[in-house]
């Protein structure tokens, strides 16, 4: 590994670019923890996935029941599956029930209408835009060949997560999780098995991966909503991290990892070196974003009141703001006239965040109806989620496939 008297920049993986310049901004150490990451998956959720690759169908069960139900429900289970539950069910010591509650209603409290933009041209166009985390999704073809349903997907998880409550040991957002927790380990599992280059790209949805799509869910997001005038105070977004730092811990992103960021800043910093470390977007990722942009301004054309194609365009430009030119040109997003309506949009946004802030009233009102929104959206969900059937099924090492149903 790295050190700081003599690094090595030629240990793998490979797929951790700018060595030199990583060290010369930010030290030796912070390489190493980089290469750490890279060579890192879900070892409590890998054991589970390596027992039930070779142990009955009871196995399979023990665990659904453990996820639903909690440890206490079984009866002598598999070690691999009690270190789990354990592990998922311990409650950190800085976990305040409170401000996870505040922070989930400071989000929900944004519009779905917002939190959508914010998570697609934003959350979802930096995951995106990471070669190493393309390659994964490729693979699976989920997001080539089934956009819509995939992110249909992602927004089902999100919405029971981000409910008040959710995160409890066996509330919706906690199982939810969990499943997608066993849904990475299984693809991590099945990648490894049929011969996927750990040398070149390291361990596959390796802590490094997860860690950057979590800050893509935190950081990111925040910001976006922030360009579009919806702000946080201090309060705001402390609580918004004890969310989201919870949400980690259930799924599978280690605490000496996460532990980093406590705030804009921290996060920004982690996700600089993060950054720092990927290859430029390749074709895989302009394929991806052009997909999920288009999907994206697809759905919410009726919502924004203007017509598809330029609500297609507005989700170019929102990518462009949140993420700025040198990014966006990276991965093609498109430039066209509709940017102009972008500080339009971020004016009328203050001055309702503003009514809302000095309205309880207004502000429960908003959430109700973001919660309202998540209900329908879950109600048109037509079968299960690939996190969902990944689990509920006869265990295989075969990659899962998001589902047909519209």
Not at 50 to 55: D, F, H, I, P, Q
């Amino acid at each position: 590994m790295v050190n700081s008297t003599n690094p090595d920049l030629s240990v793998p993986p490979f797929n951790v670019f700018n060595r030199a310049e990583i060290i010369d901004r930010f030290g030796a150490d912070k390489l190493a923890l980089l290469l750490e990451m890279a060579t890192s998956g879900d070892r409590p959720a890998d054991d589970v996935v390596a027992e039930l690759s070779k142990a009955s169908d009871d196995h399979q069960h023990i665990l659904n029941a453990g996820i639903r139900h909690g440890h206490r429900s079984l009866v002598a289970p598999p070690p691999s599956i009690s270190a789990l539950l354990k592990q998922a069910e311990s409650i950190p010591h800085w976990v305040n029930g409170l401000s996870v509650q505040r922070g989930s209603e400071a989000y929900l409290a944004s519009g779905a209408l917002w939190m959508t933009v914010a998570i697609g041209p934003g959350s979802l166009a930096h995951t995106y835009g990471s070669p190493t985390i393309s390659k994964v999704l490729m693979k699976t073809g989920n997001l080539d060949e089934r956009t819509d349903r995939r992110l249909a997907e992602t927004a089902i998880w999100l919405h029971h997560v981000l409910r008040p409550g959710g995160l409890h040991q066996g509330a919706d957002g906690y199982v939810h999780t969990m499943q997608v927790r066993m849904l990475h380990a299984r693809v991590r599992a099945t990648l490894l098995k049929h011969g996927w280059n750990t040398t070149d790209f390291g361990v596959p949805i390796s802590q490094l991966d997860m860690l950057r799509t979590w800050l893509g869910f935190t950081y990111i997001p925040c910001s976006a909503l922030q360009k579009i005038g919806i702000t946080f105070d201090e309060h705001e977004s402390r609580e918004l991290y004890d969310l989201w730092k919870l949400i980690a811990h259930i799924l599978g992103i280690e605490e000496r990892f996460s532990r980093y960021v406590v705030d804009d800043a921290s996060a920004a910093e982690l996700l600089a070196l993060i950054d720092a470390s990927c290859a430029k977007p390749d074709d895989s990722c302009r394929l991806l974003m052009d997909k999920m942009l288009t999907s994206i301004g697809r759905r919410l054309h009726a919502a924004l009141g203007v017509h598809e194609e330029v609500s297609i365009q507005l989700m170019h430009a929102f990518c462009r703001l949140f993420h700025g030119d040198e990014f966006a040109d990276k991965v093609e997003a498109k430039r066209s006239w509709v940017a102009n309506l972008l500080p339009q949009i971020a004016h009328f946004n203050r001055c309702e965040r503003q009514l809302e802030r000095n309205n309880k009233v207004l502000r429960a009102r908003k959430i109700a109806q973001t919660l309202d929104s998540f209900d329908r959206k879950i109600a048109a969900m037509k079968g299960e989620t690939a996190y969902q059937s990944a689990i509920a099924r006869t265990f295989s090492l075969e990659l899962p496939q998001v589902g047909l149903s519209h």
